[in-house]
């Protein structure tokens, strides 16, 4: 008899861990893709869309982005709970956001539409009605733009200058957690960097964005593409030159 429940218990232990193995191995198989172009808001022009490490600690967040040209058009921040990973993936002829999550739950597929300039995100797929049985999804989204910052209309500029006020040559937009991103990069930092250049009649005052504040007046005309060496322009992923003024 002893042996006969042994052998039971074995038996149940081995069903446990090939299920885990197998679904272990499902998770695996589905690679993971941070960036893709696709129309994502179904106006007939594609974005580059990008998922990046979200600014929050303790709660797991992705950023979900979407740029056109240099221009960051969308931008949320996807909370997850417990636990998971985003990816873009193709199902047929659509492109979805799958939520791979680390527990013992079932995957998630998402499609994309937009509304009032923000992206709204729909359960679809063959998991969909297991989750909304749940009576909570594993994944919430939110707008992570606070205002967005237009580039100066070239009709302006010289006005802008002459009121020594700022000429906005990149477009930007501030976060809602007190930071800044130009197309699907992020910043921690707005700087305003001073200075006057050789033989110049009025200082120059560089509206820079940035994941370091040590950025020195020197590094920042260079970059502005006054040096002819690219090799001092900034990489976009730690700096950039948002606009600039002049005055006396």
């Known amino acids: 008899m002893k042996r006969k429940i042994s052998a039971l218990f074995a038996l149940v232990l081995f069903c446990v861990a090939a299920a885990g193995c197998a679904q272990k191995t499902a998770q695996e198989d589905t690679p993971i893709v941070t960036e893709m172009t696709f129309d994502i808001d179904g106006d007939g022009k594609e974005e580059v869309c990008s998922i990046g490490t979200g600014p929050t600690s303790g709660v797991m967040s992705f950023l979900l982005s979407a740029k056109t040209e240099n221009t960051l ?3 949320s921040m996807l909370t997850v709970i417990p636990d998971g990973t985003p990816t873009f993936v193709k199902v047929g002829k659509e492109t979805r956001l799958r939520l791979l999550p680390l527990s013992e739950e079932k995957s998630v597929d998402f499609s994309f ?4 300039d923000e992206l709204v995100l729909t359960p679809c ?18 707008s992570y733009i606070k205002e967005r910052h237009a580039a100066t209309p070239s009709d302006q500029t010289q006005q802008k200058i002459k009121n020594e006020e700022y ?7 501030e976060t ?16 305003e960097i001073t200075g ?16 370091r504040e040590d950025i020195t007046f020197d590094e920042t005309w260079r970059a ?19 606009g600039y003024k002049l005055f006396a």
């Open 73 to 75: 058009k969308y931008c």
């Open 113 to 116: 539409s937009a509304a009032d």
């Open 125 to 142: 797929g063959e998991n969909a009605a297991y989750w909304r049985q749940r009576g909570a999804l594993p994944l919430s989204a939110r």
């Open 167 to 173: 000429v906005i040559t990149t477009p930007y937009v």
């Open 176 to 191: 809602t957690l007190s930071g800044f991103m130009v197309a699907n990069n992020p910043y921690a930092h707005r700087l």
């Open 196 to 211: 006057r250049l050789s033989g110049a009649a009025k200082n120059t005052t560089y509206l820079v964005l940035a994941n």
């Open 224 to 242: 502005s593409g006054l040096s002819s060496n690219t090799d001092d322009y900034f990489d976009p992923k730690d700096a950039v030159i948002v």
